[in-house]
């Protein structure tokens, strides 16, 4: 086996670096975001709705204060027909 022809089989499967003789490109390209009118009250509704509470108070505090009075009683029959309704209008 002859040294010269390992050393050209090793530089053929080397990484070849970067061409010396290549110019880099000067110029830089800036990236530019315009948002519509549109998009601006669409990000405004959104962040109304994000700063809004979740649950209305004034709705829920009857409730859970007869819940934790143990006054608070469901009627089944009501409950059941109410569901029956909801099952009826998805379908």
Same mark, same amino acid.
């Given at each position: 086996?002859?040294?010269?022809?390992?050393? =050209?089989?090793? =530089?053929?499967?080397?990484?070849?670096?970067?061409? #010396?003789? =290549? #110019?880099?490109?000067?110029?830089?390209?800036?990236?530019?975001?315009?948002?519509?009118?549109?998009? #601006?009250?669409?990000?405004?509704?959104?962040?109304?709705?994000?700063?809004?509470?979740?649950?209305?108070?004034?709705?829920?505090?009857?409730?859970?204060?007869?819940? =934790?009075?143990?006054?608070?009683?469901?009627?089944?029959?009501?409950?059941?027909? #109410?569901?029956?309704?909801?099952?009826?209008?998805?379908?």
């Amino acid at each position: 086996m002859r040294i010269e022809s390992y050393i =050209q089989v090793q =530089q053929a499967y080397q990484p070849k670096g970067p061409n #010396k003789n =290549q #110019k880099t490109a000067s110029t830089s390209f800036m990236d530019k975001l315009q948002i519509s009118s549109a998009g #601006k009250d669409i990000q405004t509704a959104k962040q109304a709705v994000a700063n809004s509470a979740d649950v209305r108070e004034e709705l829920t505090a009857p409730i859970k204060a007869k819940i =934790q009075n143990g006054s608070y009683d469901v009627s089944v029959d009501d409950f059941a027909s #109410k569901l029956m309704e909801k099952f009826n209008e998805l379908r």
